[in-house]
């Protein structure tokens, strides 16, 4: 069995839907990110850098939301989350999560967390103000070139689908407006209508 490590409110949400939708036999474990258990240290023998999510196998820890989800849709190749016999096809979903985890993700932590990036008030604070501007410069970039529809690869619903639906429900606390980008909207709404999701977001509240 799986045991899967996540906190609320993060971005973990993204790989807790993924096991829901390919039918994985997991052990969720909640930690309170608040309370700092993901510091503690029987938590960092687990992920060592000290963050959600964490996936361990009988192999392994795995952690990373691209290395999870893609890990997932392999393991699980009769859920086709993934186009498994497509390199290519594969490689544009890992290229999508890849700039959610890399540039998105990075865009909206600066809000909440300039401590990573500064040590002055003044940094963190012109960083905030910055990330209405910057996350919405993403999002653009999803609405007018990457988000294909009405899934994020075309017609079929894969494992870029949760981790874009975790991102584009933080919009509003970015202090961006969804409506400004109609399919990423459109893509949130019939996310939300997913039994998976709908299993396990309220463990993520």
């Given at each position: ?83 498994l016999d497509d ?35 003044s940094s963190f ?81």
């Open positions: 069995m799986l045991k899967f490590f996540f906190g609320p409110q993060s971005c973990a949400l993204a790989s807790h839907i993924a096991l829901e939708e390919a039918g994985a036999d997991y052990e969720a474990v909640r930690l309170d990110l608040k309370a700092g258990d993901q510091r503690k240290p029987d938590y960092l023998k687990v992920n060592p850098k000290g963050r959600v999510p964490a996936l361990v196998t009988d192999r392994g820890v795995l952690t990373e939301n691209p290395a999870i989800l893609a890990f997932i849709a392999q393991t699980h190749p009769e859920k086709k989350l993934a186009p390199a290519y096809a594969f490689g544009r979903i890992q290229a999508f999560n890849a700039y959610l985890c890399a540039t998105v993700h990075v865009a909206h932590a600066h809000k909440l967390r300039g401590y990573r990036w500064a040590d002055e008030q604070d012109d960083m905030k103000r910055k990330v209405p501007e910057t996350v919405a410069a993403c999002f653009e970039l999803i609405e007018n070139e990457l988000l294909e529809g009405p899934w994020v690869a075309g017609a079929g619903f894969s494992i870029a689908d949760p981790y874009l639906f975790t991102l584009s429900s933080w919009l509003e606390g970015d202090g961006v407006d969804p409506k400004r980008f109609p399919k990423v909207l459109d893509h949130r709404n019939r996310m939300a209508e997913r039994p998976a999701v709908q299993k396990v977001l309220p463990l993520h509240s």
